[in-house]
């Protein structure tokens, strides 16, 4: 037996207004009214789930951007030493090489995708939009 669609349900309780519901009648009421609060239980375990997974989600970006921001503060470091140092002293085959890797880390940086949105499990078993 298919389960009742909300709108069948519907019927149901209003032919229920009208007169007792037959034996068939109430038991196809009882198990759609059961099939439909399951379902609604379900969505808000999903929904628990979605919310626990974007908070450790966001946490583990908020780590990441601290490492970022760390990381950027290390090269601008770098770079300032590169630059006392070469004010200093003439420029040695080493630095050019340190403030190319500084580049080449700032540019991977620039480059990183900024997250679009939390990805959640489709469940194949439910109608989609």
């Known amino acids: 037996m298919t389960q009742p669609a909300a709108e069948q349900l ?5 032919r229920a207004e ?4 037959t034996a068939d009648e109430a038991a196809r009421l009882r198990a759609g009214l059961t099939h439909h609060c399951a ?3 379900q969505a ?11 908070v450790a989600l966001a946490t583990q970006a908020g780590k990441d951007q601290a ?18 140092y070469e ?5 040695a085959p ?6 190319n890797t500084c ?3 700032e540019d991977a940086l620039r480059e990183f995708p900024e997250p679009q949105g939390i990805l959640a499990a489709l469940d194949p078993q439910e109608p989609q939009p």
């Open 94 to 99: 080493w630095s050019d090489a340190a403030a």
């Open 103 to 105: 580049s080449r880390i």
């Open 67 to 84: 490492a970022i921001e760390r990381l950027r503060k290390a090269l601008a470091e770098r770079r300032a030493e590169i630059a006392d």
């Open 18 to 21: 009208r007169g007792p519901l």
């Open 87 to 91: 004010a200093e002293t003439e420029p």
């Open 39 to 41: 379902r609604a239980d």
């Open 44 to 54: 808000e375990s999903r929904l628990a789930a979605l919310k626990r997974a974007h």
């Open 10 to 14: 519907l019927n149901l309780a209003n």
